[in-house]
């Protein structure tokens, strides 16, 4: 497994930005497939961006064009940057790394076998 650590959460006001950042340490960051997932109070966690180690992404369609998900192996850390940020962006956020077996599988949970403790986003109106 890896080991994940989120920072950059907190509080925006609509249309703001914020950059998450996830560290990674453990088995070889740069062969895995990182993904965000995020979870809003009283709703199932659900997929936001993930990109695989060789740059392949995919994105949720909401955010799609607001958001950009990179990641820098020599660091071992990958980012979410989120612009025009919006009041239903508000959840926890969590970093995620696996090695999918497919396609399909980079866009749930199940394709991920570590993660994050996750962090707080809190879009205001």
């Known amino acids: 497994q890896v080991q994940l650590v989120e920072s950059g959460g907190g509080l925006v006001q609509a249309g703001g930005s914020l950059r998450l950042s996830c560290a990674a340490s453990?088995?070889?960051?740069?062969?895995?497939?990182m993904g965000w997932f995020r979870q809003a109070p009283g709703k199932e966690r659900e997929f936001v961006a993930s990109i695989s180690w060789i740059g392949i992404t995919f994105y949720l369609g909401s955010v799609r064009g607001r958001f950009t998900i990179s990641r820098d192996n020599a660091k071992n850390t990958v980012y979410l940057q989120m612009n025009s940020l919006k009041p239903e962006d508000t959840a926890v956020y969590y970093c995620?790394?696996?090695?999918?077996?497919?396609?399909?599988?980079?866009?749930?949970?199940?394709?991920?076998?570590?993660w994050g403790q996750g962090t707080q986003v809190t879009v205001s109106s």
């Open positions: 453990g088995r070889t960051f740069s062969r895995d497939t």
């Open positions: 995620a790394a696996g090695r999918p077996p497919h396609s399909g599988a980079v866009l749930t949970a199940t394709g991920y076998d570590s």
